[in-house]
């Protein structure tokens, strides 16, 4: 399975915001720190917050913060929220896919199954498990 640059993306300041649970992450600061767009990871941002994984604050010292402890925020779960709207194959995003075959199709059931236990699996770790040491400088 590949995953979007989306969630990619979203995982790093996850993994970023993690390392420091105590602290107000802006956009900014993280697309300065990992040399990505601020556009780009605000829309990542939004969609981390519509789903409860962080709470984002407005204004001086504003910024966001883990909603809850990151031993508790499952990587499937994540994973799931980012990907949201991706499907790995087009006749698991549309009832309307173009697939000639799809009413008679055995290997979207092999897909779905597989897809499931790629997250069930995720879910067996934590952010806390792949959190980022505070500092980015090299060793």
């Known amino acids: 399975m590949r995953l979007t640059t989306f969630t ?9 915001m993690a390392s420091a649970p105590e602290r107000a992450f802006s956009t900014a600061e993280l697309a300065e720190e990992f040399g990505l767009s601020r556009n780009h990871l605000s829309k990542i941002m939004q969609r981390l917050a519509r789903a409860e994984i962080v709470r984002t ?8 913060v883990l909603a809850q402890p990151a031993d508790q925020l499952r990587l499937g779960t994540i994973v799931a929220v980012l990907e949201k ?4 194959v087009e006749c698991f995003g549309s009832a309307h896919s173009d697939c000639t075959i799809s009413r008679r199709c055995r290997l979207k059931v092999r897909l779905r199954a597989a897809e499931q236990a790629f997250l ?8 806390a498990d792949i959190a980022l040491a505070d500092s980015l400088t090299p060793a």
């Open 8 to 16: 990619d993306y979203g995982l790093r300041m996850l993994m970023r």
């Open 120 to 127: 069930a699996d995720l879910d067996r770790s934590t952010l």
């Open 57 to 64: 604050r407005r204004g001086g010292g504003g910024g966001a």
């Open 85 to 88: 709207d991706q499907p790995i």
